[in-house]
């Protein structure tokens, strides 16, 4: 059965960024959804890029997922990966395997092997708009309340910036302290960095988060620059979490090829799909890392699709 027809839609949401969803259609009319990972003020990029593939993909067999994929990279993107065409590709590959999902009759899990797992856990995250270390402990407090054991938040004020004075250092670590305090031992607290540091100032900072028990210190540093995570993975002592700013399989190669993770969080929708999702999670399986895929998406096709791999693999 032959891909007829592929179109892309941005949804406006009035917040942080935009949604862009994909539809899928075949030769008899039965379609898919897609979604595709964007940043603020990307989404029109990320769906010109829909549009630009489509002619490559259109009349191709929409079970022959892998294949097209190989396609893509190799004659359209000339072997070159980026945020934007594998975000693209994402929304196509999952409409695919929303298709044949329905062809079959049959949850994508299944025909992706089979449920590891009946639950899938997952953590609280965001604390858009709280600027106070109380206002940040009382959200905390809240999403306990709420059933949530684990919660992850940015500690750190200021710009994303490779030096940190130490003042906002200092402020960081309280908030966390504070968070620690609330919620107590056996509340998992996971900090994102988003990048900022300079190896130095992470290894500095991730000793003292350490000291509060933290069970997650995500992207202290440039995640392209994997040396660099490495040498702090191995300085702190603490799991290190990277993936997001990661698209390519290559890249997650290489990530693992130098230890330089302890958990990998790749996005469904910017990675290129279900197929690479379950690619790079049986990369990381022999290497020790567990996998805890990102969802920076709608709470619709994009996590749907994350949880339908997550229920699969094993690690």
């Known amino acids: 059965m032959k891909i007829a027809r592929i179109e892309s839609f941005i949804l406006g949401t009035k917040s942080s960024?935009?949604?862009?969803?994909?539809?899928?259609?075949?030769?008899d009319g039965t379609y898919g959804w897609g979604e595709a990972y964007v940043t603020a003020g990307k989404e029109t990029v990320i769906?010109?890029?829909v549009k630009a593939m489509a002619p490559h993909v259109i009349g191709r067999g929409v079970f022959n997922i892998r294949h097209t994929a190989q396609i893509m990279f190799e004659d359209f993107a000339i072997r070159?990966?980026?945020?934007?065409?594998?975000?693209?590709?994402?929304?196509?590959?999952?409409?695919?395997?929303d298709i044949i999902g329905k062809i079959a009759g049959l949850p994508v899990y299944n025909m992706l092997?089979?449920?590891s797992r009946e639950r899938v856990r997952v953590y609280a995250n965001g604390w858009a708009g709280r600027s106070t270390i109380e206002e940040g402990v009382e959200r905390g407090r809240q999403i306990k309340a709420s059933g949530f054991t684990a919660a992850k938040f940015d500690p750190f004020p200021g710009p994303w910036r490779s030096y940190v004075d130490r003042k906002d250092e200092d402020f960081a670590i309280d908030y966390v302290r504070a968070m620690r305090e609330a919620l107590g031992p056996d509340f998992e607290i996971l900090v994102e960095a988003h990048r900022r540091f300079a190896p130095?100032?992470?290894?500095?900072?991730?000793?003292?988060?350490?000291?509060?028990?933290?069970?997650?210190?995500e992207?202290?540093?440039?995640?392209?620059?994997i040396e660099l995570l490495a040498e702090v993975r191995t300085a702190v002592g603490i799991p290190i979490v990277t993936g997001e700013a990661l698209y390519t399989k290559e890249q997650f190669w290489n990530c693992l090829a130098h230890r330089a993770?302890?958990?990998l969080n790749p996005d469904i929708c910017a990675i290129g799909g279900i197929s690479a999702l379950l690619d790079i999670a049986a990369m990381a399986q022999p290497n020790a890392v567990v996998m805890s895929p990102h969802n920076y998406n709608s709470v619709l096709v994009g996590l749907a699709a994350t949880v339908h791999v997550s229920a699969v693999i094993p690690n």
């Open 261 to 263: 993770a302890d958990i």
């Open 47 to 49: 769906a010109e890029c």
């Open 200 to 217: 130095q100032h992470a290894i500095r900072i991730g000793r003292r988060l350490a000291e509060l028990g933290i069970d997650w210190y």
């Open 17 to 27: 960024k935009d949604l862009l969803f994909c539809r899928v259609e075949t030769e």
């Open 219 to 225: 992207e202290p540093c440039l995640a392209d620059n």
């Open 80 to 97: 070159r990966g980026s945020m934007e065409l594998l975000s693209a590709w994402s929304a196509i590959e999952i409409a695919s395997w």
């Open 113 to 115: 092997g089979g449920a």
